[in-house]
């Protein structure tokens, strides 16, 4: 095994994220869950953009945001992900490049457009996502970069792919060759409704194919259909070298063997926007974890990128991550 | 002259902004001057957005963003303004559309895609701009919704429109149409190089056909190219029937014959991006003006609304200006 070139390099959805402040009464007229992304056609993202307030267009995408965030943080990062050849495929692949991120993943020319996710921002800071896949659907084992994934400390998949049978084949092809390049794989689980749809699928790769798992309580407990957070933990625990669940506002708690670390929360000003805490959880997280960090430490990064991400509106920080964690963590 | 359907009906260029935090070395790096609006091509757009960070997409354009405050505080607005069919033009339709205005300018279906403005914001809060103009400098006679502007009791210009030819001459159609139905005609100066640029046509334009006058303490100077804020103040004087002169952190003063009121600044947090702050004035102040306020409280209606979007990133204000006002002037 040679000497590894990138920290991580993360596959996911490469989507554009329109933020809308919406009032609660638009979920439940739009029978929406709040907290949830619910997938939509074409057709109906028009819909429901059309009877949407004025937006705000961000990057975004949840393996993406964490690699940026990986990439802000000072790691060296990588993303491969499918836009296409359109205005907001532009957008995005300027953004995440210009972070510092890899991205070569090459621009569909013909076939649907650039992803968008709809984000409802409510009074709450919770955020309820509808995400047309559009283009990034297309991602195959063709379109993949094996060679950067090869170069890569760890592979990063997000649950979301498990939506696409092409992107979910070319997320196990990339997992494969990342352990016979001597990688560790991390697997977000993403979404509660993703894990009801592919529950068998993300229990055989918890047990045999993930090294680090990253879950909110939903969606621990959805995977294992247990009755609480503490029931989920007992079930993974030892399944995967290191599992972070994420509990919002009473911090995560990180299992790696016998090992139960409790991390607390940062809170860093007003609860604005909840969108990207758990992908900026897992860019702090993987950041120290890739560098040898101490299972604490990572869960502390973690929890302190989350912590700035929420205090404004929409998934990619607009502040300094180095800073940050130079003020908070020394 | 039959009763008026719209309130304010403005022209000017339709522009996504692209906001992007800068530090202040980039500008000196770049030559640009803070504070300032430059005109671009669409290779140095290209060019200065691959040298820049991560970015977020609104909305813009300085008389968009004026229409689409003045439909947010419930007066009838519509906007004329020229997108091309591609999803930057898109998101302005919806935008605007969104907030309750009138946008019916028929998209271009060829030519250059639709405009962008690289805003760069220091961490002193300025904004400095670069405009690509895109598909907006095509707006001509032809586009106008001439029957739109006879509807209006206002109709509201601004100054950029100066720097392309066929906007310029749509311009001064609309505004002889607006007054042979009795409507009235409101400018803003834009910026002090676009004053340098047109001085002439300005001060012709002042002098005979605008009845409110908008303009920052560096636009009025440059428009009489003037040593003080209060010699400049001297000059306008008498020249349109109000002239509402903002002076940003001293709050505006708007003279109207012999009559001077000096309105204080309403600052409401934290300053984050000026970006929108002069829009936003003309919006709560021609909101006042179309139903008849005094000038004072049209006065206060602009500084609160100024006050408000200092306080967040981008020029299209994200919280509620109908209780912004119903909170602080009743």
């Known amino acids: 095994m040679t000497a590894k070139t990138l920290d991580v390099v993360g596959i996911g959805n490469a989507i554009v994220d329109v933020l809308?402040?919406?009032?609660?009464?638009?979920?439940?007229?739009?029978?929406?869950t709040k907290g949830t992304m619910a997938l939509v056609d074409e057709a109906q993202a028009e819909r429901l953009y059309g009877s949407l307030g004025p937006g705000l267009e961000t990057s975004g995408g949840s393996a993406a945001n964490t690699l940026a965030g990986i990439a802000q943080l000072g790691s060296r990062a990588g993303?491969?992900?499918r836009v296409r050849d359109d205005q907001l495929g532009e957008i995005f692949a300027h953004d995440i490049r210009s972070v510092g991120a890899r991205f070569e993943t090459p621009a569909a020319t013909s076939g649907a457009s650039t992803?968008?996710?709809?984000?409802?921002?409510?009074?709450?800071a919770q955020r309820t996502m509808c995400t047309y896949l559009g283009a990034s659907v297309g991602l195959d084992p063709a379109d993949l970069?094996?060679?950067?994934?090869?170069?890569?400390?760890m592979l990063y998949l997000e649950g979301y792919l498990w939506d696409s049978d092409d992107a979910k084949k070319a997320f196990i092809a990339a997992a494969e060759v990342a352990r016979a390049h001597g990688g560790e794989v991390a697997l977000s689980l993403s979404d509660a409704f993703c894990v009801e749809r592919h529950r068998?699928?993300?229990?055989?790769?918890?047990?045999?194919?993930?090294?680090?798992?990253?879950?909110?309580e939903m969606e621990i407990t959805a995977l294992y259909q247990?009755?609480?957070?503490?029931?989920?933990?007992?079930q993974v625990r030892g399944r995967c070298k290191v599992a972070a669940l994420t509990r919002s506002e009473q911090g995560s708690v990180v299992?790696?063997?016998?090992?139960?670390i409790v991390v607390p929360p940062y809170v860093l000003g007003a609860l604005v926007d909840t969108t990207g805490a758990g992908d900026l959880y897992a860019a702090g997280f993987l950041h120290g974890y890739t560098r040898g960090d101490s299972l604490e430490r990572c869960g502390q990064l973690g929890s302190l990128c989350a912590g700035l991400?929420?205090?404004?509106?929409?998934?990619?920080?607009?502040?300094?991550?180095?800073?940050?964690?130079?003020?908070?963590?020394?």
Chains 1, 2 share one sequence.
């Open 309 to 330: 991400v929420v205090t404004q509106l929409g998934p990619r920080p607009q502040a300094s991550l180095q800073e940050l964690v130079a003020t908070h963590l020394g």
């Open 79 to 81: 993303f491969i992900g």
């Open 20 to 32: 809308v402040q919406t009032e609660e009464a638009f979920l439940d007229n739009h029978a929406l």
């Open 200 to 216: 068998d699928s993300f229990l055989e790769l918890v047990d045999g194919h993930v090294d680090v798992l990253f879950a909110n």
């Open 226 to 234: 247990a009755n609480s957070f503490e029931e989920a933990a007992d």
């Open 255 to 260: 299992l790696s063997g016998e090992e139960t």
């Open 115 to 124: 992803a968008r996710c709809l984000i409802l921002v409510t009074p709450d």
């Open 145 to 153: 970069d094996l060679e950067m994934v090869a170069q890569a400390q």
